[in-house]
């Protein structure tokens, strides 16, 4: 019988499979993020990046991720005695990941390093987490902009600054003055408004010394286990923003009820959450009546790590393409030397390291706009444009990268199965599509300056291609006419994306890079990946972006 069962089970030898990645430095392996770092002032922090990049490479850290995905956190309103705690439950791998996070200086390195690119520094390690746990990504994300939110209300900035962007890492349910550090959420989002944030229904009402109670419901509140919230409420003067904690000082949940946990297509090891206030106690950031302009600064930040996190997830898709076709064979040849298979990768290739310069670049603006007229109306408008097209363009890259791996992909065994549902998740966060489109119009429109100073960063690309001379004319000639600007702006948008990034590819990359993508994306643009013009220098590309050793 022993033996009948052997024979059973024997059947065939397994081969031709990828199997597990080799540990790799993220940051390292990478040229064109390295050159990018390099390139936009953060060369200084070097020795983060690579200390971040052998974390995100290992082996270890996809055992994590793995396993924070699969074990998704689980609300517990009650203890056993039937009191109401609201409290949320994570797997230890959730817990192990954010004490990685932290430690890497995710949440506070562009406001603590006193030198010049420190978001440009902070980007670079976002962007390396990006590939390796998008769900720890988020907390540490709205932590670090919680800071674009505060600087209105100095006193409470004083008071939390340092748990705010300590490196440690406290999960106790605890008031804030009980911990060794903090982490800051974002609760805006209600079921008739979506983004427009001025439907607001919750309420305050003054309660005494300064501060207010707040009632109404919160459809998605982002990691509601967080220390410290950011929040909207309508007062006599209209919608004001709102700093809470999640637990009073006396150690009582701070009249938060979490109704349920959301069941997300993707982004599962993070608890978003469907909460009510019930006299939530808070204290008012900057001016009464003004919540909706004193929280935009902090969806700024987010909506810079929306496009961070797009490019972050092309990034890591073709890696893991690239890696599993220089290990697959078929028709006697390893994928990666198949003619077709290489122009997709090199397709994939060209649209990751766009995606990081554009992202890349508005992190710059972004650090020197405090002291830089130019850069800062810059930034109002790259950030979001970068925002929109990274983040539509992730969906479809990922997808791409899945259909390279074949039915493996396809498995939730697999971590580009896991990227895939992920993938659309930052076109939704902090504004959709036609949201977004909308904000750079009004920084276009409205911000002094933000119109020529798009038109200036674009200049020194005009020359090269005729298809790229008529691009950017044709975004001027577009602005010029605001009575169809609306109906126009997605085109807008797009033109301003694909413009942006091949001025900063022309500046930046090696020729074969730029050259292959003015022509594949502007010139003569395929509408699939792999559809590339002949002549591109495919082995160029395919080398440099070698992420994930091959071979």
Request: proline residues 5%.
């Amino acid at each position: 019988m022993g033996d009948y069962i052997d024979d059973m089970v024997s059947t065939h030898d397994v081969y031709n499979q990828a199997g597990e990645p080799p540990d790799y430095n993220a940051y390292t392996e990478d040229r064109a993020f390295s050159e990018a770092i390099s390139a936009l002032g953060a060369g200084w922090a070097e020795q983060k990046f690579a200390a971040c990049g052998a974390v995100i490479g290992s082996a270890r850290l996809r055992d994590l991720a793995r396993d924070a995905n699969r074990y998704v956190p689980e609300l517990r309103a009650f203890d056993r005695f039937g009191n109401r705690i609201d409290e949320v439950a994570y797997h230890p791998a959730w817990h192990e990941l954010m004490g990685l996070i932290r430690g890497s200086e995710y949440h506070s390195l562009g406001w603590t390093a006193q030198n010049s690119g420190a978001q440009v520094a902070r980007a670079g390690i976002a962007y390396l987490w990006g590939q390796g746990e998008p769900g720890v990504c988020c907390p540490e994300a709205m932590t670090f902009a919680s800071l674009g939110a505060l600087r209105h209300a100095p006193e409470l900035l004083g008071r939390f600054r340092a748990g705010i962007l300590s490196s440690e890492y406290d999960p106790r349910p605890l008031p804030p003055g009980a911990k060794s550090a903090l982490s800051v959420g974002m609760a805006m989002t209600e079921k008739q408004g979506g983004s427009d944030l001025r439907q607001t229904q919750t309420t305050a009402r003054r309660s005494g010394n300064g501060r207010w109670a707040l009632t109404g419901h919160k459809w998605f509140f982002s990691v509601p286990t967080s220390d410290l919230f950011l929040t909207l409420a309508r007062t006599d003067a209209g919608v004001s923003c709102f700093l809470a904690q999640g637990w009073r000082d006396d150690g009582s949940r701070n009249g938060v009820e979490i109704q349920r946990l959301k069941e997300k297509c993707g982004n599962r090891s993070n608890a978003s959450s469907e909460v009510e206030f019930h006299d939530l106690d808070a204290e008012m950031v900057g001016e009464d009546g003004r919540g909706i302009a004193t929280i935009i600064e902090m969806a700024h930040l987010t909506r810079l790590e929306c496009a961070i996190g797009g490019a972050s997830l092309m990034r890591h898709a073709t890696s893991l393409a690239m890696f599993h076709a220089s290990r697959r064979h078929a028709f006697q040849k390893a994928l990666i030397d198949q003619p077709m298979m290489r122009a997709v990768l090199a397709d994939l290739a060209l649209e990751a390291e766009a995606a990081l310069w554009l992202a890349m670049r508005a992190a710059a603006a972004v650090d020197a706009a405090p002291h830089d007229a130019a850069e800062a109306a810059l930034a109002r408008v790259i950030v979001p444009v970068a925002k929109y097209w990274n983040c539509k363009r992730a969906p479809a890259l990922v997808a791409e990268a899945l259909e390279c791996h074949g039915g493996n992909g396809f498995i939730e065994d697999h971590p580009i199965a896991r990227l895939y549902r992920e993938a659309p998740l930052n076109g939704v966060w902090e504004g959709a599509g036609n949201v977004i489109c909308l904000d750079v119009l009004r920084a276009l429109t409205r911000t002094q300056g933000a119109a020529d100073v798009l038109m200036v960063e674009l200049a020194p690309a005009r020359g090269v291609d005729t298809a790229l001379d008529a691009l950017i004319s044709g975004i001027g000639d577009a602005l010029a006419k605001p009575h169809a600007i609306e109906t126009e702006a997605r085109r807008i948008v797009e033109h301003a994306a694909l413009a942006f990034a091949a001025a900063l590819l022309l500046r930046h990359a090696p020729a074969p890079v730029a050259e292959a993508f003015i022509r594949a994306r502007i010139a003569r643009p395929g509408l699939a990946f792999g559809a590339l013009p002949d002549g591109i220098d495919l082995a160029a590309i395919l080398d440099r972006s070698a992420v994930i050793p091959v071979g």
